[in-house]
């Protein structure tokens, strides 16, 4: 029919997401709770906030989109009613905002570059100190796959975004090639690297 074939094993499917999603209201959690943030940059930022449930499934509690230019105040927000312990954003393209949050929360919320064959690694500048870490894209998805096909993550807080949130995790494809490492790749070229839990 023309169109390219993809196997339940190597694109996430609706309805294994749909099984993990639990409601649309952001969920109470305690002042305690450790949390962790993501952020994907660009003119509108894709935020997520998630925690370790005691059996240590990932659960998603907000997926929230704001304009660039509100991103620090909101960070702040954020930051003033959870216990953010560690947080992460992609590097590029918006390198500047992305380095200046980091040092405006010193160091709280990391730049994350997506290359490399190390599943995370620290990249230090000349006097020590780390200014933004590597990752490897496809090891994060994959498990990212494996957690949502298990229904191993529990997914809520999406609020309006239901649908978003669905259509990007249903956007990347597995591309397996002969002699070539695996790769995820899009299918539409939209970005929202926060949703899928990489951060």
Not at 35 to 64: E, K
Not at 144 to 156: A, P, T
Not at 169 to 198: C, H
Request: aromatic content about 6%; proline content about 4%; charged content about 25%.
């Amino acid at each position: 029919l023309g169109e390219a074939y993809a196997s339940a094993e190597a694109q996430l499917q609706r309805d294994d997401i749909e099984k993990c999603m639990t409601g649309g209201a952001v969920p109470d959690i305690g002042d305690d709770q450790p949390v962790f943030l993501g952020v994907d940059i660009g003119f509108q930022c894709h935020i997520t906030l998630s925690i370790d449930l005691p059996d240590g499934r990932p659960h998603f509690i907000l997926f929230q989109t704001i304009p660039v230019m509100h991103l620090e105040t909101r960070i702040q927000e954020l930051r003033d009613l959870y216990n953010i312990v560690q947080g992460a954003s992609d590097r590029f393209p918006l390198t500047t905002t992305v380095d200046a949050l980091r040092d405006h929360t010193n160091g709280l919320i990391m730049p994350v570059q997506y290359r490399g064959t190390a599943s995370l690694a620290a990249l230090k500048d000349e006097l020590g100190n780390i200014v933004h870490y590597s990752a490897n894209r496809t090891l994060i998805l994959d498990r990212m796959l494996m957690l949502i096909s298990n229904k191993k993550m529990v997914i809520s807080g999406y609020t309006s975004l239901k649908e978003t949130v669905i259509a990007h995790l249903t956007d990347m494809v597995r591309d397996e090639q002969p002699d070539v490492e695996a790769e995820w790749k899009k299918i539409t070229g939209k970005n929202y690297r926060s949703f899928t839990g990489i951060s």
